[in-house]
């Protein structure tokens, strides 16, 4: 079974006998808001108890719903004036991050970035 297959598995309780990875099930459950601490209570079993034993506590700890679909945040954020932040970063000689926040500051404090770095508004 794949891991996907083996997650399903433990939620829906069929198949539960072929589930064999149990470390990674429960890495992938303790993401999960409602199934977190049976994950961290079922950790302390794994490979202390024999793989039947752990079927049983899946049985036992674990509700019977559809199986859980977490969504990751996508981590960047797309940049409002690209050209203005690598303009910024190369004449301040610094990384992206650094020329945002020197962009928020100085739009904070009323300047326009763009006349001191050389680009007009628009370009």
């Not at 079974?1 to 990674?24: G, P, Q, S, Y």
């Not at 991050?97 to 009323?110: D, H, I, L, Q, S």
């Amino acid at each position: 079974m794949k891991l996907w297959e083996e997650v399903k598995a433990v939620f829906t309780k069929d198949n539960l006998d072929e589930v064999k990875n149990f470390f990674m099930v429960n890495r992938f459950l303790s993401f999960h808001k409602d199934s977190f601490i049976a994950s961290a209570m079922l950790n302390r079993y794994n490979g202390k108890v024999p793989s039947w034993a752990m079927t049983h506590l899946y049985r036992f700890c674990m509700p019977t719903s559809p199986s859980p679909y977490i969504t990751y945040k996508n981590k960047k954020p797309k940049r409002k004036d690209p050209e203005l932040i690598k303009r910024i970063s190369r004449h301040l000689n610094c990384n992206e991050t650094c020329a945002v926040e020197v962009m928020t500051m100085m739009r904070n404090r009323g300047e326009n970035p763009e006349r001191y770095f050389g680009l007009k508004k628009g370009e």
